[in-house]
């Protein structure tokens, strides 16, 4: 498997947000700023990348009868590891996420590539799998996260970018603007798709 | 699915599984414990010190005391100068029914019973609206006010508190948290006098 392609199907055609369309209620919970989306993008990443290593190295030792219970130990023990070490080192960050931390367990990306692809594969790529497709998660959620800080409060990674008086789209902050955005981030992902396939 | 696994390789594979999650989470639990319990720690007293910065240098307790009233129940530090005179509290309380449910307030209060300065401590509102009773805009109005100078609702309900734009439930769940701290100011300051 050639790292750059994968890296390249990650981020666009395989894109777990964009062009799968998983995992879809984090994404539209989290998003709320562009930092919000980066920082529930490297904690899923850091679930995927640990539960996919470990399914992998399980995968000749787990029963096929109850091989989903066993991934979904696997994958809520990682979970649990980063939602108290993020309470012990991003306190703040950890205040707005905390909610949604716990969810990234039922997070269907996660479950789909320990059964779709770490169960099947060698550990050294689930390990890329995990990381690209955890990257390409984390970068439509960072997308996605700047569209609505930009619109609904008119700031971007916490950097004000108009006076703090000013209008805003307000919608953008709510969960309609997120709906919304993802709408135009779908179209605008499909279009570039298409352009990497052209240019192969 | 090739050959059925027997019954209890298949028990004793989860069960494995379950008991070295379970060892693995206990370990992390050890070590972030303590700097969890000091985060929440440093957040209130950096809350105390920007509620009564106004008063300059106190001492205070490191952990609340508890104040229970019929209605609800509160939890306070009290600020004491070198002398030792009680020169304002700040007051833990819930503010009721805020867009997504109650939310932690600190109010601090000077010993006229006049509020300095007010801090969210862990709110669930909307971000871009209710959130933004944390800005300097909103919290302004209510430095100075006391509990008999003010009528302690928003203009809507006909009171004096200017309501957060397109965010009315927060503001009035703000307003009758910051009044609900001074009503336990009230109870304290009479309890100090005898």
Known sequence: ?200 | MSKQESGFKVISVLVLIAFFAAALLAYVNKITREPIARNMKEETKQAVRIVLQNLGQFDYPDDPLDKSLTEFTARYFTAKNASGQIVGYAIIVKAPNGFGGDFDLMVGIDSTGKVLDTYVLNHKETPGLGDNMKKEDFKKQFRGRSLANTRWAVKKDGGDIDALTAATITSRAFTAGVKRALTVFNVLNEEAKQ
């Open chain 1, 1 to 200: 498997m050639n790292i750059k392609e994968k890296a390249i199907k990650s981020f666009f055609m395989e894109n777990p947000v964009t062009g799968l369309l998983l995992g879809l209620c984090p994404t539209l919970a989290t998003t709320t700023s562009a930092e919000n989306g980066i920082g529930m993008g490297l904690a899923t990443t850091f679930v995927l990348l640990s539960s996919n290593v470990v399914v992998s190295l399980l995968r000749n030792v787990i029963p096929n009868r109850v091989r989903i219970p066993a991934y979904i130990v696997v994958i809520a023990t990682f979970v649990t590891i980063v939602d108290m070490s993020m309470q012990a080192t991003l306190y703040q960050l950890h205040k707005t996420l905390g909610l949604f931390i716990p969810l990234i367990v039922v997070n269907c990306i996660i479950l789909g590539r320990a059964e779709a692809f770490a169960s099947k594969n060698t550990v050294w790529h689930s390990f890329l799998d995990g990381l690209f497709m955890g990257l390409g998660f984390t970068f439509s959620l960072f997308i996605l996260g700047s569209v609505r800080e930009i619109l609904g409060s008119g700031a971007w990674l916490g950097i004000r970018l108009i006076p703090e008086s000013w209008n805003t789209i307000l919608v953008f902050v709510l969960a309609p603007g997120a709906f919304l955005s993802l709408g135009f981030i779908l179209i605008g992902m499909e279009r570039l798709s298409r352009l990497f396939e052209r240019g192969k």
